[in-house]
């Protein structure tokens, strides 16, 4: 009896999941405008630091992005999409980090572009 006993309870051991802990990283977050809109298509790159590798990923139709299986260590975080401002951010990931990184877009109205004068034309007016 002692011995279908050990034998069940060896049994019901092996079967429980192994929680371990990986050996990699996660950042994950929302896209979004000024008012706090979610743009949907913004492209995300997470590029490292010491590698240059980069891995890209598309916002989804709420905003939201994920890339998950990062090796620990620096990395930059550039976003952009039509109409706004890129976003450029720097991630220190650990082993086994789920990073959040949220990016708020700026609207491109309000940023004028650099404007170099050809001095061949004359002064330079702006309206």
Same mark, same amino acid.
């Given at each position: 009896?002692? &011995? ?9 051991? /092996?079967? $429980? #999941? %192994? ?17 706090? &809109?979610? !743009? #949907?298509?913004?492209?995300?790159? %997470? $590029?490292? =630091?010491? =590698?240059?590798?980069? &891995?890209?990923? =598309?916002?989804?139709?709420?905003? !939201?992005?994920? %890339? ?8 930059? /975080? ?24 949220? !990016? ?8 004028? #572009? ?8 004359? #002064?330079?007016?702006?309206?």
């Amino acid at each position: 009896m002692l &011995r279908k006993f050990l034998c069940a309870s060896l049994l019901l051991a /092996l079967s $429980i #999941p %192994v929680c371990a802990q990986s050996n990699y990283a996660a950042v994950s977050g929302s896209v979004y405008d000024p008012q706090h &809109r979610a !743009i #949907p298509g913004a492209s995300i790159q %997470v $590029i490292s =630091t010491a =590698t240059g590798a980069k &891995r890209e990923v =598309t916002s989804n139709e709420n905003g !939201i992005y994920e %890339v998950a299986g990062l090796l620990p260590g620096e990395y930059q /975080l550039h976003v952009e999409h039509a109409g706004f401002a890129a976003s450029d951010q720097r991630l220190q990931l650990e082993v086994g980090q789920d990073a959040s990184a949220d !990016i708020e877009l700026s609207d491109l109205a309000g940023v004028r #572009p650099a404007l170099a004068p050809n001095v061949m034309d004359g #002064p330079l007016v702006l309206l």
